[in-house]
């Protein structure tokens, strides 16, 4: 089973700030099978990221997904007040075939 | 435009089944899969197995393995998720989401339902 960690567990940033999410796979992932969420409160996940650098349909250009092998980056290049959420990334490998990260919970400083 | 309508709020006993619905509309579901993850109160996103638009082949998470059931009403563009013998620990929010085929299996997942609760209480 690949295990997906993520890091920092917290983030605390102010707007207008650069934010840098980690995801590191405890085996390696194709970079076509790494994608990023983002799940506001209360709210259904969204796609932020897919095939590890291909933002979705809709997604702002200051977020950008980056890495390869085990070691995987989302980063949020001038943080708005709507980005302050929960993120997580997920694979897509072998049994079990889908995996998510526990999460980063980025809030405003 | 693509939608994702899940069904009501369940409150059950332990030792029940629940069977949470997934109304899909705006694309042709021939090409994608629809996978059901949980989030349990205060937690992350755990994923539950996923069934083929295509074919009606089914992929189920391990832990879940012989409590869970995938299926399809293609009369009326509904996916069903039964999950039995609940226990207090199956209380969560249920999401349906729908991810492209590649080759078969969906690889992330573009367009989500609104969540379902499921409380597990004596």
């Known amino acids: 089973e690949i295990v997906l960690t993520q890091s920092p567990g917290t983030l605390s940033l102010s707007p207008g700030e650069r934010a840098t999410l980690s995801c590191r796979a405890s085996?390696?992932?194709?970079?076509?099978?790494l994608a990023w969420y983002q799940q506001k409160s209360g709210q259904a996940p969204r796609l932020l990221i897919y095939?590890?650098?291909s933002r979705a349909t809709g997604i702002p250009d200051r977020f950008s997904g980056t890495g390869s092998g085990t070691d995987f980056t989302l980063t949020i290049s001038r943080l708005e007040p709507e980005d302050f959420a929960v993120y997580y990334c997920?694979?897509?490998?072998?049994?079990?075939?889908?995996?998510f990260g526990q999460g980063t919970r980025l809030e405003i400083k | 435009q693509v939608q994702l309508v899940q069904s009501g709020a369940e409150v059950k006993k332990p030792g029940a089944s629940v069977k949470v619905s997934c109304k899909a509309s705006?694309?042709?579901?021939?090409?994608?899969?629809l996978t059901w993850v949980r989030q349990a109160p205060g937690q992350g996103l755990e994923w539950m197995g996923w069934?083929?638009?295509?074919?009606?082949?089914?992929n189920y998470a391990q832990n879940l393995q012989g409590r869970v059931t995938m299926t399809t009403d293609t009369s009326t563009s509904t996916d069903y998720m039964e999950l039995r013998s609940l226990r207090s620990d199956d209380t969560a929010v249920y999401y349906c989401?729908?991810?492209?085929?590649?080759?078969?299996?969906?690889?992330?997942?573009?367009?989500w339902g609104q969540g379902t609760l499921v409380t597990v209480s004596s």
């Open positions: 095939g590890a650098s």
């Open positions: 705006g694309y042709s579901s021939t090409s994608y899969a």
């Open positions: 069934i083929s638009g295509y074919n009606g082949n089914t």
């Open positions: 989401a729908r991810g492209l085929l590649w080759f078969g299996e969906p690889r992330y997942f573009d367009y």
């Open positions: 997920q694979q897509f490998g072998s049994s079990p075939s889908i995996t």
């Open positions: 085996q390696s992932v194709s970079s076509n099978y």
